[in-house]
């Protein structure tokens, strides 16, 4: 929620409005109250009731609540981790990362920036395509394969 949307609840509460005026989407749901505090009770169904829509955080349509997703634990893998973990050269999951069009895919790279550092980072669902990739990729029995890392000596 943006502070201009706290700010137009406070003053329609202040004002004295019904929780149907503040928060018209709401209708469809039922609270209760009783004790020390309020229990509500949610209930998912197909058809009837007030929708479910997932939207952006940064979407300035009206929203009942907001979940904001930590960007580091999803995007936590660094391109070198990422090569590491599907057992490939670091360029050679590049060459894959642009075949694959990871890097211009918002689900799969984010790029964080801290100051004037820029640090593009992967998150599980580009292991996921990359690792279903190369398992596709099937090497000539007499090559070995140039994505592959060699065994140490």
Do not use: W, Y
């Amino acid at each position: 929620m943006s502070e201009a949307d706290i700010d137009r609840i406070e003053k329609a509460v202040r004002s004295g409005k019904s929780r149907a005026e503040v928060f018209p989407r709401l209708n469809g749901l039922a609270t209760t109250v009783s004790g020390e505090g309020a229990t509500v009770v949610v209930r998912f169904t197909k058809g009837d009731g007030a929708p479910i829509t997932l939207v952006p955080a940064d979407d300035p349509s009206d929203a009942a609540a907001v979940r904001e997703v930590d960007l580091q634990k999803k995007f936590h893998l660094s391109a070198t981790k990422l090569a590491e973990v599907l057992g490939v050269k670091p360029h050679a999951s590049h060459a894959l990362r642009v075949k694959l069009g990871i890097d211009d895919d918002p689900k799969c790279r984010h790029v964080f920036t801290f100051g004037k550092s820029k640090h593009p980072m992967f998150s599980d669902n580009a292991m996921v395509r990359m690792r279903n990739a190369l398992k596709i990729q099937v090497p000539a029995a007499s090559a070995p394969s140039p994505l592959k890392k060699a065994a140490p000596s």
